[in-house]
Each structure stands twice: as C-alpha cells, then as structure tokens.
C-alpha cells in the first residue's frame, strides 16, 4: 500500500495553525490543519477519533526541543475539511486515508518522518509504517486489534459521547468544564486523570466531538474488516504502548498487537487512560524518545 496523493499548495499560517490542501484517489482536496515547531528530525503526531491536534499539547513542546515537529488534525476532525460525497468515497479506506497522509508530507517536505500516533491515529500510524513512508512508529492504544464484542462496546461508548456532545447547551459544557468532577463527567471514558485536563481544553474537546464532519465516516470505516490491522512492518522500530486505565480500549488489546508485531516493543502505561499524553505526559515523551533513538541506533538494512 503506498501513497499516490497529490499537493496542491500550502494555507497561510493563522495563531500558529497553518492549512495544506491536498488530493489523493480521485476525492476532491482536502485542507489539513498542523502546527509546526522546534527543529531536527521531523516527528508527527496523529490524534484519536473526534479529537484535535491540541490532543498532544500536554507533550509537544517538551518534544519540540528535539524534533520538528509537526501536530495533523486528521481529516474531517479539528479544523481539517472533508471532501464532499465522503461517505460514498471511504476517505478513511486504508489505501485513501494512507494515500492522503503521503501527501501531507510530501507537501510538508517530509521523506520518512517518524510518526506517533493515539487510537485512530495509532492505527494510522502502523498502516503509514506497513507502507514504508516512515521512520519509526509510536502507537498508543492504537484501534484495529479488537475483538468484535469490544469493538461495539468501544463504538457505543464513542457514539454516546458524540451524542452528549451535540446535545449539551455550550454554557453546560463550560459550566461542567470549570470543576474537576465536571470534567470526569465529560472527559472520564479518555483521559483517567481528567482533573488534569485544563477546563479550556475540556470544553473545546467536547464541541470539536460534535462538530467533526468525518466522524461517522471513521466509524463506519471501523466495522468493515478491513480495519482490523494485520500487517508486517519490516524495517521500522515500532513501539504499541497501552494505559492499564484504558477505558475505551482494554489494555489486554495490547498483547494481541504484540502477536500480529512479534518484533515490535510493548509498552504498559501506569496510571494512564487511553488518551495518555495528559495522564502522565513524561513516561509518553520517554516512550517517543525511546522509540526514535531505536530507528536512529539501529537503521533499517
């Protein structure tokens, strides 16, 4: 599987964010939303389903004072666009969503970055890192090694929160957001320490759940067996690290990874939910690290 996107030109940068238009398997462009910063190797991080590239704010400066890196919102989530007629075109089909994200770095002048991923964007991670388009793969809680039984479990919970989401008045979710015990109540099935979570932050997760465009389309890319990631990765490290709070995915999903990725490193985050970069941002920062001193000690043959 390998990327046949094509750039079609780079968005003028607005409080830090700048937008890329891009192409690939015959949809119409699409805007794709980063931020870039710091200086080195490139490093790019790919949030989780319904979630925003400020995901990775609890850990992207500490990164940036090693590696250039660059924070996607993925498409049709944060401020990236989505194509029309995007369900009857599969944006998020393996072979699209890969094709899409090589020309993104292609634009960006990204050969073989490194890239960390959480949940969908773990997955996206590892199919990016099965092509050959990558450096090194870091993925937290990554989707695709469900059981069918926790597969509907995790989409019932995602629906139900997306559902909350659009329905709750925007002064509510404020209003929640200021106290710690609001912000469990709105941010308890991601994050085990949501009281971490800044009240500002919270507040714009729930309204960028409700608003994304793509979120349906990801789903429903979700059911199809084609999800289920099982691949060989050769050549590249690969690290799968799970919190053992994983609410939205067990833990136990880790050790199948481990199975389909014999080689790869797996990793058990203490105290940590599935969106773990707030939960303990220090041990995510090490286990990035990690992974990236292995791709640069060890090269591919």
């Known amino acids: 599987m ?14 830090g964010v700048a937008v890329m238009r891009v192409e690939a398997d015959g949809l119409p462009p699409v805007e794709l939303a980063y931020r870039r910063r710091g200086g080195g190797q490139p490093l790019v991080l790919m949030h989780g389903i319904g979630h925003h590239l400020q995901a990775w704010e609890p850990v992207s400066d500490v990164l940036a004072a090693d590696h250039d890196v660059i924070e996607l919102d993925l498409p049709g989530f944060g401020l990236s666009t989505w194509p029309p007629g995007a369900d009857a075109s599969r944006p998020y089909a393996p072979h699209t969503i890969v094709s899409l994200l090589g020309a993104a770095f292609d634009t960006l002048g990204l050969a073989r970055p490194h890239v960390v991923g959480n949940s969908l964007g773990g997955l996206l991670a590892l199919r990016l890192g099965a092509a050959g388009r990558v450096r090194s793969v870091t993925a937290f809680s ?7 039984r926790e597969r509907r479990r995790a989409f019932a919970l995602l629906v139900g929160m997306r559902a909350a989401a659009r329905r709750l008045p925007d002064p509510l979710v404020v209003a929640l ?8 109540v709105l941010a308890g099935v991601v994050y085990a320490r949501p009281a971490r979570r800044s009240p500002q932050a919270v507040a714009e997760e729930v309204r960028v759940l409700g608003d994304a465009p793509g ?4 789903l429903a890319e979700g ?3 084609t ?11 690969v690290t799968i690290a799970w919190g053992d709070r994983d609410l939205l995915l067990p833990p136990r999903q880790g050790v199948r990874a481990k199975r389909v990725l014999p080689d790869a490193r797996l990793v058990r985050l203490p105290g940590c939910g599935h969106v773990p970069m707030n939960d303990d941002p220090a041990t995510v920062v090490r286990v990035i690290s990690d992974t990236v001193r292995r791709a640069d000690t060890d090269p591919p043959a």
């Open 2 to 15: 390998s990327g046949r996107g094509t750039a079609v030109g780079t968005g003028k940068s607005a409080g």
């Open 177 to 184: 957001s200021g106290s710690a015990a609001g912000r469990a």
């Open 215 to 218: 979120f349906e389309s990801a």
């Open 142 to 148: 990554p989707a695709g090694f469900w059981t069918e």
């Open 227 to 237: 999800a289920a990631f099982r691949q060989p990765i050769a050549d590249v490290p």
């Open 223 to 225: 059911r199809r067996p």
